[in-house]
C-alpha cells in the first residue's frame, strides 16, 4: 500500500530469479517484482501457475533473457513493455549452426543464452533495467542510476574477490554437462573442453558419450560442472568412467552477486 504523497510501487515480472535479483538492484524501494521461475526450476520448460499468470496480466514490465531461454513466453499474450535483458551483452557461439524449427526446444539457436554467469555482463543488463524503469517512472531516474551506480560499485569489488579466489583454477580444462558455462569460464579462465550435451538439452547417445570418454582422458580432463537439473545418473557414470571430480554449480540464484560467491566456494571446495 502507498503511502499518501507517495507513488505506488512499479509491478515487475522477470522470468528468472537473477533478472528479479539485478531489477531489485535498480529499482529499490520504487519496485515490486516476482520472478516466474524459481532459482531451482529449469527456467526453459516452466508450467506457470494462474497467480503468475495474474501477476503477468497485471505488471508494468516484463524483463526477460531472451534468445531461445523462455520457449514457453511465445504461447503467452504480454501487454506490457518488455525488456530483452540480452540487449548490448556481447553473445558466445552465435555462430553455431543449430536446429530452429521447435518451438519448445531450447538448443542455444541463437546464441548461448546464459550470458548472467559472466558477472560482468550484469552491466549492460542493468543499463537496459534501467532504461526501462525510467521511461515508467522519469522522475525517479537519478535515484535509479544511483542505486545502479551503488550496484555496479559492490559488483567491482566482489568481482575482485571472485578473481582472485578463482586464480588458482586458471587454464584448467573442464567438460560440462549442458553449455550454460561459456560466459563464466571466458570470465574466469576455465577451459571446456566439451559438453556432454551434443546439441544443448539433447541427452548424448552412448556412442557419443564413448567418445567424450576418450576425449577427456586424452586431454586429461579432471573437473565436470553439472547443473541442478542435470541427469545425477549420467553424472556419476562419466565421473566414474574418467576420474574427473563433479562440481554442481548453480545457474540461477536469488541474489546476483551471492550467486557467484556460492559458486566461486563450490569449485575451489
Ligand atoms: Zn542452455
Redesign the pocket.
Known amino acids: 500500500m502507498a503511502a499518501p504523497g507517495q507513488a505506488s510501487s512499479l509491478r515487475v515480472v522477470t522470468t528468472s530469479a537473477d533478472l528479479k535479483s539485478l531489477v531489485e538492484a535498480v529499482g529499490g524501494a520504487r519496485v515490486e517484482v516476482h520472478s516466474l521461475a524459481a532459482p531451482d526450476q529449469d527456467p526453459?520448460a516452466i508450467e506457470l501457475k494462474p497467480a503468475q499468470l495474474a501477476r503477468l496480466r497485471d505488471a508494468a514490465l516484463l524483463v526477460r533473457i531472451g534468445l531461445d531461454?523462455e520457449p514457453w513466453l511465445a504461447r503467452l499474450k504480454v501487454d506490457c513493455p518488455v525488456v530483452d535483458a540480452s540487449q548490448g551483452v556481447r553473445l558466445l557461439q552465435t555462430e553455431t549452426p543449430r536446429l530452429r524449427a521447435e518451438r519448445q526446444a531450447?538448443s542455444?539457436a541463437y546464441g548461448?543464452?546464459?550470458y548472467w554467469l559472466d558477472p560482468q555482463n550484469a552491466r549492460p543488463m542493468t543499463a537496459s533495467i534501467l532504461d526501462a524503469l525510467s521511461r515508467l517512472s522519469p522522475a525517479d531516474r537519478p535515484r535509479f542510476e544511483a542505486n545502479r551506480n551503488a550496484f555496479l560499485l559492490k559488483l567491482d569489488t566482489r568481482m575482485k574477490d571472485w578473481a582472485a579466489r578463482l586464480a588458482p583454477l586458471r587454464d584448467t580444462k573442464v567438460v560440462v554437462i549442458?553449455?550454460?558455462w561459456s560466459y563464466f569460464a571466458e570470465r574466469f579462465g576455465l577451459a571446456i573442453v566439451g559438453a556432454a550435451e551434443p546439441t544443448?538439452?539433447v541427452p548424448p547417445s552412448p556412442a557419443e558419450l564413448a567418445k567424450l570418454f576418450a576425449r577427456m582422458r586424452e586431454a586429461g580432463v579432471k573437473l565436470l560442472i553439472a547443473d541442478p537439473y542435470s541427469n545425477p545418473s549420467l553424472v556419476r557414470q562419466i565421473a566414474a568412467k574418467t576420474g574427473a571430480r563433479s562440481v554442481t554449480l548453480l545457474p540461477s540464484g536469488d541474489d546476483y552477486l551471492g550467486l557467484f560467491d556460492e559458486n566461486a566456494k563450490r569449485l575451489t571446495r
Open positions: 526453459h531461454h531450447h542455444h548461448n543464452p546464459h549442458h553449455d550454460s544443448p538439452g
